[in-house]
């Protein structure tokens, strides 16, 4: 096994905290690694260190969110989800599964002698001179051992804004109308991975001055803002949404975000912070805006309180971006035209037949897809909405009542997005169905 050891090399704990790494691998060499006994490397030995850090620079090079370690009966099996679709990228020997695990719980500050729990922990990278991610990371104890899962968190860019996010014109009027109340509720719904938080953080850091107090009660924190007071949940000590908002009431902030409304307790709070003269900011795991409204009242929330206080919900998804390097035109079938009409009103489908798809090439790595994009749709609270509400009406009326006043659906905006090139119908109808 002197292949082996030429892989794993010093893995003391000195060598974390003293050792330069050298330079990392290249992604011929990584996938060497899995061939066993054939990797050679001349002159020099290969660090536990240098191999997690190479794994990680590459999936941050190849945009992945998160990273998955997943061992098998004889082996690892790596994973990167690229544009929320999980890619199979390396096969590894199982030997290096404990120094892998290992390693990434000293940088995470886990207890290394625990196997039987799971646990969750975090860490820096530093991938450039400019430039450190986050890493937050999941262990749990499998059949074939201790897993690995890694979300990559890249800090936002300063300038992102409602249009980077692909908001149309007129659902941003509508969000900064919202915002610009000095109360009420902004409330970002849909499932995990459709962008919620990043749609809440771009919102804060437009109202982040010095003129108010911004704190946030999160699970986890996924990016550090400066100027906001930031608050982790923590269970084990007590800090929970709920505890943890009623600390915050006594902290004179202006705007409030609530990582997530799970309870009823929690809603109960974040609906009385709301009306007593504060702008809260929060999510909640619905279909669309609509569903918002009811399961508010599934809370125990009174239709009259969520009538005064919620200013607007924002239903979304994230879908995959065509590849701009491939990019060709597309004349749907009669049968996929038959598919469309019936999830698309008519007046808004047109008869259009002609859309676009990626062909595949080296920049998207043939998968004719890169980057993501939003699909969104924003409910405002208007007085018939409200008068909806206290009459407890079920999301069916509410929705009918929104697209009477001009709402565009969450299917209309993606089919105007596809229209114009910027995503496939097909894999709206993947996201939309989900």
Same mark, same amino acid.
């Given at each position: 096994?002197?292949?082996?050891?030429?892989? *794993?090399?010093?893995?003391?704990?000195?060598?974390?905290?003293?050792? #330069?790494?050298?330079?990392?691998?290249?992604?011929?060499?990584?996938?060497?690694?899995?061939?066993?006994?054939?990797?050679?490397?001349?002159?020099? #030995?290969?660090?536990?260190?240098?191999?997690?850090?190479?794994?990680?620079?590459?999936?941050?090079?190849?945009?992945?969110?998160?990273?998955?370690?997943?061992?098998?009966?004889?082996?690892?099996?790596?994973?990167?989800?690229?544009?929320?679709?999980?890619?199979?990228?390396?096969?590894?020997?199982?030997?290096?599964?404990?120094?892998?695990?290992?390693?990434?719980?000293?940088?995470?500050?886990?207890?290394?002698?625990?196997?039987?729990?799971?646990?969750?922990?975090?860490?820096?990278?530093?991938?450039?001179?400019?430039?450190?991610?986050?890493?937050?990371?999941?262990?749990?104890?499998?059949?074939?051992?201790?897993?690995?899962?890694?979300?990559?968190?890249?800090?936002?860019?300063?300038?992102?804004?409602?249009?980077?996010?692909?908001?149309?014109?007129?659902?941003?009027?509508?969000?900064?109308?919202?915002?610009?109340?000095?109360?009420?509720?902004?409330?970002?719904?849909?499932?995990?991975?459709?962008?919620?938080?990043?749609?809440?953080?771009?919102?804060?850091?437009?109202?982040?001055?010095?003129?108010?107090?911004?704190?946030?009660?999160?699970?986890?924190?996924?990016?550090?803002?400066?100027? *906001?007071?930031?608050?982790?949940?923590?269970?084990?000590?007590?800090?929970?949404?709920?505890?943890?908002?009623?600390?915050?009431?006594?902290? @004179?902030?202006?705007?409030?975000?609530?990582?997530?409304?799970? @309870?009823?307790?929690?809603?109960?709070?974040?609906?009385?912070?709301?009306?007593?003269?504060?702008?809260?900011?929060?999510?909640?795991?619905?279909?669309?805006?609509?569903?918002?409204?009811?399961?508010?009242?599934?809370?125990?929330?009174?239709?009259?309180?969520?009538?005064?206080?919620?200013?607007?919900?924002?239903?979304?998804?994230?879908?995959?971006?065509?590849?701009?390097?491939?990019?060709?035109?597309?004349?749907?079938?009669?049968?996929?035209?038959?598919?469309?009409?019936?999830?698309?009103?008519?007046?808004?489908?047109?008869?259009?037949?002609?859309?676009?798809?990626?062909?595949?090439?080296?920049?998207?790595?043939?998968?004719?897809?890169?980057?993501?994009?939003?699909?969104? #749709?924003?409910?405002?609270?208007?007085?018939?909405?409200?008068?909806?509400?206290?009459?407890?009406?079920?999301?069916?009326?509410?929705?009918?009542?929104?697209?009477?006043?001009?709402?565009?659906?969450?299917?209309?905006?993606?089919?105007?997005?596809?229209?114009?090139?910027?995503?496939?119908?097909? #894999? *709206?109808?993947?996201?939309?169905?989900?």
């Amino acid at each position: 096994m002197d292949w082996f050891q030429k892989i *794993i090399g010093k893995s003391k704990k000195s060598e974390a905290e003293n050792q #330069e790494r050298g330079p990392l691998l290249s992604v011929e060499e990584l996938l060497n690694i899995g061939k066993g006994p054939a990797v050679s490397y001349p002159g020099q #030995e290969l660090s536990i260190i240098r191999f997690v850090d190479s794994l990680l620079q590459h999936a941050y090079e190849s945009k992945a969110s998160d990273l998955h370690i997943d061992p098998q009966t004889d082996d690892i099996r790596v994973r990167m989800r690229i544009d929320g679709i999980l890619h199979d990228s390396f096969i590894f020997p199982k030997e290096l599964l404990s120094e892998i695990i290992t390693r990434l719980k000293v940088l995470s500050g886990l207890r290394t002698d625990e196997h039987q729990a799971a646990q969750d922990g975090r860490f820096k990278m530093k991938i450039s001179d400019e430039l450190q991610i986050d890493v937050r990371l999941s262990i749990a104890p499998t059949y074939y051992g201790e897993n690995a899962v890694m979300r990559i968190l890249v800090k936002q860019p300063e300038n992102f804004t409602l249009e980077a996010l692909a908001f149309s014109k007129e659902n941003q009027k509508k969000i900064t109308r919202a915002i610009k109340k000095p109360y009420g509720m902004i409330l970002a719904t849909g499932p995990t991975g459709s962008g919620k938080s990043t749609t809440l953080y771009t919102i804060l850091k437009s109202l982040n001055t010095t003129e108010v107090s911004i704190i946030t009660i999160e699970d986890p924190i996924e990016y550090s803002v400066d100027g *906001i007071e930031q608050i982790q949940v923590n269970m084990r000590t007590g800090v929970t949404f709920a505890s943890g908002l009623r600390s915050i009431l006594r902290q @004179d902030p202006n705007i409030i975000m609530v990582g997530e409304i799970r @309870d009823e307790e929690t809603a109960a709070i974040a609906t009385n912070a709301a009306l007593t003269g504060h702008l809260l900011l929060s999510t909640l795991h619905t279909n669309d805006s609509v569903t918002t409204l009811p399961r508010l009242m599934d809370m125990k929330i009174e239709p009259f309180l969520i009538a005064s206080t919620v200013n607007v919900a924002i239903g979304q998804r994230l879908v995959r971006k065509i590849c701009d390097q491939c990019k060709a035109e597309q004349k749907i079938t009669d049968a996929e035209f038959k598919s469309l009409s019936e999830v698309i009103p008519a007046k808004v489908l047109d008869n259009r037949r002609q859309f676009y798809k990626g062909q595949g090439c080296a920049e998207c790595g043939d998968s004719g897809y890169k980057g993501r994009i939003g699909i969104q #749709e924003v409910l405002e609270i208007t007085e018939p909405i409200r008068q909806a509400v206290m009459r407890r009406s079920d999301a069916g009326e509410i929705l009918k009542i929104a697209i009477s006043e001009g709402m565009t659906t969450m299917m209309e905006d993606a089919f105007s997005k596809a229209a114009v090139g910027l995503t496939t119908m097909s #894999e *709206i109808l993947r996201v939309i169905h989900e």
